[in-house]
């Protein structure tokens, strides 16, 4: 069994223990890190365009060797995003398992960071956001007791708002 089957496994084991049934699908999120280097990596996309196209303006010596170069690095960066995401499904990494009687949030080490049920769930909050440099949604589900499961979803209309909408309309809960 390689790495990746043990964390599912492991991660189905807890939530059979919770009583939540069988999963569904799982869903990246992350925290306000995953959120800024959103907003770093958007930027830093805005900042090579300007100056690509201040290198054709502007003419300097030796542009085109300064252009390929800030067009490499910009590839780059688009290349190891997809690697990453892939990377992070496999481990397990910021995901949000939703199942019939709860949801289970694992962290950057692919160990559940927090799980409630959907009887424990009072209170709903979310907050958007939406601009040029940065999209999310943030989510709160408040219960009583602990401290509420909190975490941010990226992008500008994430399937995981979408599901966890129609769990909590399927559960009662506003």
Do not use: H
């Not at 084991?13 to 306000?32: D, H, I, L, P, S």
């Amino acid at each position: 069994m390689g790495l990746s089957q043990g964390r599912r496994a492991a991660l189905r084991e807890r939530a059979n223990a919770f009583g939540f049934g069988q999963g569904r699908r799982t869903y990246a999120v992350t925290g306000v890190m995953g959120g800024l280097a959103q907003l770093a990596r958007r930027a830093l996309v805005g900042l090579a365009v300007f100056l690509i196209g201040a290198l054709v303006v502007l003419r300097p010596p030796s542009a085109f060797i300064k252009g390929a170069v800030i067009t490499a690095v910009m590839l780059a960066g688009f290349g190891l995003m997809p690697a990453w995401r892939r990377a992070s499904a496999t481990l397990e990494i910021n995901r949000c398992c939703l199942y019939p009687g709860g949801m289970v949030v694992t962290n950057q080490f692919g160990q559940i960071r927090d799980a409630v049920a959907w009887a424990e769930v009072t209170t709903t909050k979310r907050m958007s956001a939406r601009s040029i440099l940065m999209a999310f949604d943030r989510v709160e589900l408040g219960r009583p007791g602990p401290a509420p499961l909190t975490f941010v979803v990226l992008g500008r209309e994430p399937a995981l708002i979408r599901a966890l909408q129609q769990e909590l309309a399927r559960n009662g809960i506003r």
